[in-house]
């Protein structure tokens, strides 16, 4: 019964959705908002460099630093995804954006401490989660038989982290470390109002009989080891993907001496191609079956993690082997979202709230982990080593999982 009432609120039969007049514009809306939101959350990895440097803080203490805006971030993509589907993508949204105003402010004031950093990062967080709630804005106005592109273009908003990887650093230098914070600041007030104003849901909510029960659409996790498949998928492919960016400026400063400008902006050449990369992945993913994306995309991981582990320390290997983990992960998560829309097309919500979270905390623990590898050992190399034998595990979960509709 409890899976009904939500249900009944939520439910859009692909067969039903088709792409709509206003779609173009609230795609590019979306777009606009997840931009500003990621470029405001991933602002303390490229300033990282300088902020150990300013706060003397040891290398766990700078990952911890970096990573823990992303984990609220994925903690709240849960409760947010289901918002979404009960309340409107549009409202919850906007809401989201407002908040997020708060802590970027804050930290443009108190950056002076570890403790007001990750204090305020972890509310910072919040900004994170705006990609679950994006989902299921786009999801609404694009039928099924363009939804993959249109969910890869939406994601192409995660490139808010090339712009701070590319910005931040030249920005601080030019103004002091306020400033980025206070830019970021501004698009956000910005993005908050010409969302409001302009953004509409594809459809209002439905009208609810009963209680809300919040967690009734979880139950699909109960029932389903695809839904737990796609928290993999996407745990390796996303987080991946933030791990290496939040991490590859402290790897490029500590290993190689570079000024934290450069590293900063060869790690926007990272996340730059992953972010084109991904609506690649997803409109081959409307195409051919999105498994076959997967199924590529974490073999060339685990092959180019195991060669990171041993040619690290050599510059051109290293750019190499990095820029096309960033084309091979960004076709991966290009695909995920595309099997979130058809395997579970009742459930978008509730099912991208739980898989974005996986690939926010994919994007949590292993900056952490390299922090502790690189202490206690000297070498990232276990780092990597770890990350192919992840990937490896998604590997034989894609070629092993099924396709609701070949065994109908």
Known sequence: ?????????????????????????????????????????????????????QLALSDVETSAMVAVPVLLGSIMRVPLGLFADLFGARRVFTALMAFSILPTAALAIWHDSLTSIVALGLLLGVAGASFAVGVVHVNGWYGPRRRGFALGVYGMGMGGTVIAAVSAPR????????APFWLATGLLVLATVVF???ARDAAPPAPRTGPVRMLAPLTVFRSSARAWALTLFYFVAFGGFVAMFLYLPKLLTGVHDLSKTDAGGRAAGFALLAVIARPVGGWLADRIPPQRVLRVSFSATAVLAVLLAFSYEQMVPLTIECLL??????LGTGAVFKLVAHWFPGEVGAVTGVV?????????????IMGIVKSATGSYTLGFLLMALVAVAALIVATRVTDPAATA
């Open 325 to 330: 983990l960033a084309i091979f992960l960004g």
């Open 1 to 53: 019964m409890a899976s009904s009432t939500v249900a009944a609120a939520t439910v859009r039969p692909d067969a039903a959705v088709a792409e709509q007049e206003g779609a173009g514009r609230n795609l590019a809306l979306a777009t606009f908002a997840f931009t500003v939101c990621f470029f405001a959350w991933s602002l303390i990895g490229p300033l990282s460099p300088e902020l150990q440097k």
């Open 171 to 178: 920005i601080s230098d030019a103004r002091g470390l306020a």
């Open 356 to 368: 974005g979270a996986a690939g926010g905390l994919g994007g949590f623990f292993p900056p952490l």
């Open 196 to 198: 409001a104003a302009l």
